[in-house]
């Protein structure tokens, strides 16, 4: 992948004309701010009850928005990543219908994890205690198939996503007809979702076990053999990201959204810092996603610190819903329909309080840490919460999945804020200084200086709260300049 900032979307939520419109904006209107896209789910459907994260059939594109070919035609000209929902699939999937009308008669049967499966002879209080889930009940789901039969489904996040026994050869099967599709469509990254969840095993927490390392491992080299390389998407203690990150090709630093709100709102760089000088650096960086923002990443675990201590987290958690107006309380916790009850939903540029000096700092810090930038769409355009669209599907994460018209984009361009922001996007991806040496220079902790050396190149990002100092020092082979982005 090239060390180029990437831009995430998805097809039908920027722009009026799907895959085409994508391919047509990254190359007029964000010309030079991207080297690659991160498409979130285009394949069939992309409206189900998780915005294409419950897919019905992964291998084939949702014909509203394009085809095959679109894809293609994007990854000719950028990288593209795209999503292996590795831990479930749609309810509605034609497997899953045939196991309904079928049951255990159906070929498809073994291809869906349930309950007995994992615990052969039953699960105590203790057992079902242990497992580790993103919702507050239990991960199961009871079906009546067509005989009158009742099956208990694994279901990790809802119950229209239904986990599939990836060990299993018809799992098996199943995730590779995907990684061949994705590799005859010219993806050149795969994101792993929901990974850490995949491996369920009697007596633990099914979630990051030994054996879950080790299917990660055999995935990741089936899609390096098939051209491709692996980001995998984990929500989890700091630590254990790092030790991720030496096992993948890519980890997310989701550590940093929090610890950049943090900072700003004290007013003080010092876990900022700390974690930049152990952070991995094959890692891709975002402030927002599709998702919420997450905090578990800065918090502490099994009675270890974490990267902010519990009253600065809550103070975090507090100001963004002051800043918000409120709007992220609405959208946050088991009454928005969460599935992940430890993250905040909000756009980032609310969560500042709709600030541009600081929505821009925040942006240039992330520009500067080591790893490859992704820019979520509405942290692109500074999108500010949707409402209406929350109060219409009463889904939580749609405060920050607003629907883009091609006349809305154009005037979101006219901003102040998206202009100096593209500015910085471009120098980020053009300056070669940042294919050098990362550097966190020594400095007061209301001071943040971090420079990039490469040769005769350098540049330096240098933020300082006391004496209100925003700016980004460079020398190129025109010499030594200065420009300030706001």
Request: charged share 25%; aromatic share 10%; glycine share 8%.
């Amino acid at each position: 992948m090239k060390n180029q900032i990437q831009l995430i979307t998805y097809a039908n939520r920027l722009g009026d004309n799907g895959l085409k419109g994508i391919h047509k904006l990254l190359k007029n209107e964000f010309k030079d701010a991207f080297g690659g896209v991160h498409l979130l789910p285009f394949y069939f459907p992309i409206d189900g009850a998780d915005a294409g994260y419950d897919p019905i059939d992964h291998t084939r594109v949702d014909e509203r928005i394009g085809s095959w070919e679109d894809v293609s035609k994007i990854g000719a000209d950028f990288d593209v990543l795209g999503d292996i929902i590795v831990n479930h699939v749609s309810a509605q999937s034609k497997e899953f219908k045939d196991v309904e009308e079928k049951g255990v008669d159906s070929p498809f049967f073994d291809l869906f994890l349930t309950k007995e499966k994992v615990f052969p002879k039953g699960a105590s209080v203790e057992d079902i205690e242990a497992i580790y889930r993103p919702r507050p009940s239990t991960p199961f789901t009871k079906k009546t198939i067509a005989n009158g039969e009742i099956i208990n489904l694994w279901t990790t996040f809802t119950s229209n996503q239904l986990d599939i026994d990836v060990l299993h050869p018809l799992g098996e099967n199943y995730l590779n007809s995907i990684l061949e599709k994705f590799s005859q469509a010219g993806i050149k990254m795969i994101r792993l979702d929901a990974a850490g969840y995949a491996i369920k095993k009697a007596g633990t927490s099914c979630f990051m076990l030994p054996e879950t390392y080790e299917f990660l491992d055999k995935l990741a080299g089936k899609a390096k053999h098939l051209g491709m390389e692996v980001l995998v998407e984990i929500h989890s203690y700091y630590r254990e990201q790092i030790k991720i990150a030496q096992k993948v090709d890519f980890v997310y630093d989701f550590a940093l959204p929090p610890l950049v709100l943090h900072s700003i709102r004290s007013k003080r760089f010092t876990e900022l810092k700390n974690w930049l000088e152990i952070s991995p650096r094959n890692c891709v960086t975002v402030l927002d996603t599709h998702d919420g923002i997450g905090v578990i990443d800065v918090t502490g675990s099994n009675g270890q610190p974490g990267l902010l201590t519990d009253e600065d987290v809550d103070l975090l958690v507090q100001s963004i819903h002051k800043n918000a107006n409120g709007q992220s309380l609405e959208a946050t916790g088991e009454a928005a329909s969460n599935l992940d009850l430890y993250q905040v939903n909000c756009t980032f540029y609310d969560a500042l309080g709709k600030n541009d000096k600081d929505y821009l700092i925040a942006r240039a810090i992330q520009f500067f840490c080591p790893g490859i930038p992704q820019v979520y769409y509405m942290g692109l355009l500074a999108g500010e919460n949707d409402m209406e669209l929350l109060r219409k599907t009463k889904v939580g994460r749609d405060i920050n999945r607003h629907y883009y018209g091609d006349e809305e984009i154009k005037g979101c361009l006219e901003r102040d804020v998206v202009k100096s922001m593209i500015k910085i996007m471009k120098f980020r991806n053009n300056h070669p200084s940042f294919n050098g040496d990362f550097i966190i220079e020594k400095s007061d902790s209301n001071v943040l200086i971090l420079t990039w050396v490469n040769g005769e190149f350098n540049s330096t990002l240098i933020v300082d709260f006391e004496e209100d100092l925003f700016r980004i020092n460079y020398s190129d082979s025109k010499g030594t300049s200065m420009f300030e982005p706001f």
